[in-house]
């Protein structure tokens, strides 16, 4: 069973910087394929980035070349790097794995944009 923990959220201004950190317990970490989804209150969860074992990453268009996943391997942790936020970027952040086929989430991080 995959247990994961973000952390790293907080209220910043926009144009400013934040980085999440998820760590992984319970599973091969370096197989997995971990992504970054996040959610604001009415709307689906939104996948916004992804990084394969290779280290192949992939973005939604709206954070394309803003923010940045990355993984330590070492360190069982996932990470996004979050520059130039925006006040849309504003939402609760969850990390996601499926090894296996079976969805694990984290409890989720806020992150909230505003002056």
């Given at each position: 069973?995959v247990?994961?923990?973000?952390?790293g959220?907080g209220?910043?201004q926009?144009?400013?910087?934040?980085r999440l950190?998820?760590v992984?317990?319970?599973?091969?970490?370096s197989?997995?394929?971990?992504d970054?989804?996040?959610?604001?209150p009415?709307?689906?969860?939104?996948l916004?980035?992804r990084?394969f074992?290779s280290g192949?990453?992939?973005?939604v268009?709206?954070?394309?070349?803003?923010?940045?996943?990355?993984?330590?391997?070492?360190k069982?942790?996932v990470?996004?790097?979050?520059?130039?936020?925006?006040?849309?970027?504003?939402a609760?952040?969850?990390?996601?794995?499926a090894?296996?086929?079976?969805d694990?989430?984290?409890?989720?991080?806020?992150v909230t944009?505003s002056?």
């Amino acid at each position: 069973q995959v247990q994961l923990v973000e952390s790293g959220g907080g209220q910043v201004q926009p144009g400013g910087s934040l980085r999440l950190s998820c760590v992984a317990s319970g599973s091969i970490f370096s197989i997995n394929t971990m992504d970054w989804y996040r959610q604001t209150p009415g709307k689906q969860r939104e996948l916004i980035a992804r990084i394969f074992s290779s280290g192949t990453t992939a973005y939604v268009d709206s954070v394309r070349g803003r923010f940045t996943i990355s993984r330590d391997n070492a360190k069982n942790t996932v990470y996004l790097q979050m520059n130039s936020l925006k006040p849309e970027d504003t939402a609760i952040y969850y990390c996601h794995t499926a090894p296996d086929n079976l969805d694990a989430w984290g409890q989720g991080t806020l992150v909230t944009v505003s002056s």
